[in-house]
């Protein structure tokens, strides 16, 4: 079984600038979850892809944006940087279950190694 | 807004001290989780709780998740220097569309000292 992987592994980049952080899913996994982890706190929900599709968005500003391709893998893409953005970025993985409505609600989700990005 | 207070924030004990770390909210998760996190590197999942009252063991560390399903705790029993480390509780609302978002506590930073 493959485990979560992300790339690259620490990025610098000046403000103003884009950057763009690739994520692998867990093998069966068909969700993944992007989140920011500020040094010393606990990770902070940026958005959740699920087959495909935005599938929920935590307090971020339209400038983080993300993709899903068909192989489950993921994209986050941050515009504009800024100082503040400077933060451990993890991607988790889970298998989510379409609800009613078609809301996934996926269950344990499992997280890469994460990308460290550092705004100058 | 779902939140959860982790405590204590620190935690500097001796080898084969007990310890407790406690994750309460206002609010009602239908799971929560438990990662164990080291520097640099992304979170672990050490268990996940979903029935109110459930306990769960995992070697020296016992998990149990409030019967109201607000709060848990993670109880470490004979603590060893390997278990040192960023220890998060992270739940998932209850109830409507939460879409997967977890929410995450603050954080409990144990070192164990030989």
């Not at chain 2, 924030?9 to 994750?23: A, K, R």
């Amino acid at each position: 079984e493959t485990g979560v992987t992300q790339s690259p592994t620490h990025l610098i980049k000046t403000r103003g600038q884009q950057v763009t952080l690739r994520c692998s899913s867990q093998s069966g996994h068909n969700t993944v979850s992007w989140y920011q982890q500020a040094l010393g706190q606990g990770p902070q929900f940026i958005f959740q892809y699920y087959r495909e599709e935005e599938n929920g968005r935590g307090n971020f500003p339209p400038r983080f944006s993300g993709l899903q391709f068909p192989n489950y893998s993921s994209e986050l893409n941050v515009n504009a940087l800024e100082l503040d953005d400077s933060a451990l970025y993890l991607c988790a993985s889970s298998f989510g279950v379409g609800a009613s409505g078609g809301a996934a609600v996926p269950y344990e989700q499992y997280f890469g190694p994460g990308t460290r990005l550092t705004v100058t | 807004t779902q939140l959860l207070e982790q405590s204590p924030q620190f935690l500097s004990i001796q080898e084969g001290e007990n310890l407790t770390v406690y994750c309460n909210s206002s609010s009602v998760f239908s799971s929560l989780q438990w990662y164990r996190q080291e520097p640099g590197e992304g979170p672990v999942l050490l268990v996940t709780v979903v029935t109110g009252g459930e306990v769960k063991k995992l070697k020296r560390l016992t998990f149990q998740f409030g019967d109201a399903r607000k709060d848990s705790s993670l109880h470490i029993t004979a603590a060893q220097p390997g278990d040192t480390g960023l220890y998060l509780c992270a739940g998932l609302p209850a109830g409507g569309t939460s879409y997967g978002k977890l929410t995450f506590g603050q954080g409990t930073i144990l070192t164990v000292h030989p």
